[in-house]
């Protein structure tokens, strides 16, 4: 079983910057799993932001620029530092092992 817990989301104004975490917990063999996606209302989810097996992020090209995905693995935390957001980034954002375990997701909401 492999736990995750985002936080950090909330209610920011276009052009603002958050950063979501997501804390890992459980029978993981690496941090390089976790992914973000997001799912914005009556959309489907999608990815924003993985990494390659040697470690290179790879973002969906709405967010390239603007996103970056790291992580820190002593703490078993991934992190999605937001900046330059726009009304179309709001959704809930999800962070993921494999696709497989799920965490509970964060609303992002970007609104003057």
């Known amino acids: 079983q492999v736990q995750l817990v985002e936080s950090g989301g909330g209610l920011v104004q276009p052009g603002g910057s958050l950063r979501l975490s997501c804390a890992v917990s459980?029978?993981?063999?690496?941090?390089?799993?976790v992914a973000w996606y997001r799912q914005a209302p009556g959309k489907q989810r999608d990815m924003v932001a993985e990494?390659?097996?040697?470690?290179?992020?790879i973002y969906a090209d709405s967010v390239k620029g603007r996103f970056t995905f790291s992580r820190d693995n002593t703490k078993n935390t991934v992190y999605l530092q937001m900046n330059s957001l726009k009304p179309e980034d709001t959704a809930v954002y999800y962070c993921?092992?494999?696709?497989?375990?799920w965490g509970q997701g964060t609303q992002v909401t970007v609104s003057s």
């Open positions: 459980g029978s993981i063999s690496s941090l390089l799993r």
């Open positions: 990494s390659t097996s040697g470690g290179i992020p």
């Open positions: 993921t092992y494999g696709q497989i375990f």
